[in-house]
């Protein structure tokens, strides 16, 4: 009888523990797990596919929102303060640099690690010139801007290794759990990624033409990986409004190079590239720079559509 009173009582104490254990919310597990902050859909992905369930990734950049100019909410600033970790790509998002500047927070900036390229921030030409101003100067000095670091390094699978490493090592330190969880995600990400390299090196080795006519200049990365030429309606910051001189010039260049198709994006204007498709008489196709949550919530999908638009405009074999 005494045994049978333990044993009852034993039984009792289990139940009352699950109990207790199972009225934690999903909510409040998450909360209690390493909080990962990014503002960009591509940074937040490899952080996400790394981490797997050890760490909660918060990319503070809404979908269909403007990746560029983002605007904080009080909310997403104490996130930032909150985080335990924040990955960032230094220059790409002013807002998120500022506040991350005010934090005391662990920091990657994976931009300074990644081989950074330059790109062009805005055109070269301002009202009031006229050719005689630019004698001297060649077809890509003409449609030139001021310089500053390309932070669309994701475009180019092997640097999107680089940045996993990177970003690997350092969600390796936030718990015992991320120290395994990681090592094992590591190599299934590299194995993809390097997937979409041998492919993209596959169907681009053959081409028409070797020129891309691209809304905004977010894909120099890709094309020097993959021996392409980018001609960039507008520089690094896609808001920024090409003058009339500046589509006259793209246009002959365009024609120069005999290129096949115009690529523009989702979320940009339209109208510039209907222009440049009817002068050029080709067809107007969608190259993701892949910046923003896409519908399909992947990167490596985003990366797959991209060739095959890719292959189909500059005319591939």
Same mark, same amino acid.
């Given at each position: 009888?005494?045994?049978?009173?333990?044993?009852?009582?034993?039984?009792?104490?289990?139940?009352?523990?699950?109990?207790?254990?199972?009225?934690?919310?999903?909510?409040?597990?998450?909360?209690? @797990?390493?909080?990962?902050?990014?503002? !960009?859909?591509?940074?937040?992905?490899?952080?996400?596919?790394?981490?797997? *369930?050890?760490?909660?990734?918060?990319?503070?950049?809404? !979908?269909?929102?403007?990746?560029?100019?983002?605007?904080?909410?009080?909310?997403? =600033?104490?996130?930032?303060?909150? %985080?335990?970790?924040?990955?960032?790509?230094?220059?790409?998002?002013?807002?998120?640099? *500022?506040?991350?500047?005010?934090? =005391?927070?662990?920091?990657?900036?994976?931009?300074?690690?990644?081989?950074?390229?330059?790109?062009?921030?805005?055109?070269?030409?301002?009202?009031?010139?006229? *050719?005689? *101003?630019?004698?001297?100067?060649? /077809?890509?000095?003409?449609?030139?801007?001021?310089?500053?670091?390309?932070?669309?390094?994701?475009?180019?699978?092997?640097? !999107?290794?680089?940045?996993?490493? #990177?970003?690997?090592?350092?969600?390796?330190?936030?718990?015992? /759990?991320?120290?395994?969880? =990681?090592?094992?995600?590591?190599?299934?990400?590299?194995?993809?990624?390097?997937?979409?390299?041998?492919?993209?090196?596959?169907?681009?080795?053959?081409?028409?033409?070797?020129?891309?006519?691209?809304?905004?200049?977010?894909? &120099? +990365? @890709?094309?020097?990986?993959?021996?392409?030429?980018?001609?960039?309606?507008? &520089? @690094?910051?896609?808001?920024?409004?090409?003058?009339? %001189?500046?589509?006259?010039?793209?246009?002959?260049?365009?024609?120069?190079?005999?290129?096949?198709?115009?690529?523009?994006?989702?979320?940009?204007?339209?109208?510039?590239?209907?222009?440049?498709?009817?002068?050029?008489?080709?067809?107007?196709?969608?190259?993701?720079?892949?910046?923003?949550?896409?519908?399909? #919530?992947? +990167?490596? =999908?985003?990366?797959?559509?991209?060739? #095959?638009?890719?292959?189909?405009?500059?005319?591939?074999?």
């Amino acid at each position: 009888m005494v045994l049978m009173k333990k044993l009852i009582s034993l039984f009792s104490l289990i139940v009352i523990l699950v109990g207790c254990s199972s009225t934690e919310t999903p909510e409040q597990v998450k909360e209690e @797990l390493p909080q990962i902050v990014t503002g !960009a859909f591509p940074i937040a992905w490899l952080s996400s596919q790394l981490a797997g *369930d050890c760490a909660v990734v918060n990319d503070l950049t809404p !979908a269909g929102g403007d990746v560029h100019d983002l605007e904080l909410t009080p909310a997403q =600033t104490a996130a930032i303060i909150d %985080a335990d970790l924040i990955i960032s790509v230094s220059g790409f998002q002013i807002s998120f640099d *500022d506040a991350v500047a005010n934090t =005391t927070a662990d920091v990657l900036d994976l931009l300074p690690l990644i081989d950074p390229i330059l790109g062009e921030t805005h055109s070269h030409n301002h009202s009031g010139e006229t *050719d005689h *101003d630019h004698e001297g100067e060649t /077809d890509h000095e003409k449609i030139s801007g001021e310089e500053s670091l390309d932070p669309h390094f994701w475009l180019d699978p092997n640097r !999107a290794i680089t940045a996993a490493n #990177l970003i690997k090592e350092v969600i390796n330190t936030l718990s015992d /759990d991320c120290a395994t969880e =990681t090592s094992d995600n590591y190599q299934s990400l590299v194995q993809n990624l390097t997937q979409i390299d041998v492919d993209y090196r596959d169907e681009l080795s053959q081409c028409q033409s070797k020129t891309m006519v691209v809304s905004h200049e977010a894909f &120099g +990365y @890709l094309a020097k990986a993959y021996d392409l030429e980018q001609i960039a309606v507008a &520089g @690094l910051d896609p808001e920024s409004e090409p003058s009339a %001189a500046r589509i006259s010039e793209i246009i002959a260049i365009a024609k120069e190079k005999k290129v096949s198709a115009v690529f523009t994006e989702d979320n940009a204007n339209p109208a510039v590239a209907d222009i440049l498709a009817k002068e050029l008489k080709v067809g107007v196709l969608v190259l993701n720079p892949i910046e923003l949550k896409p519908a399909s #919530l992947d +990167y490596l =999908t985003e990366m797959q559509q991209n060739l #095959l638009n890719l292959s189909q405009g500059l005319g591939c074999r």
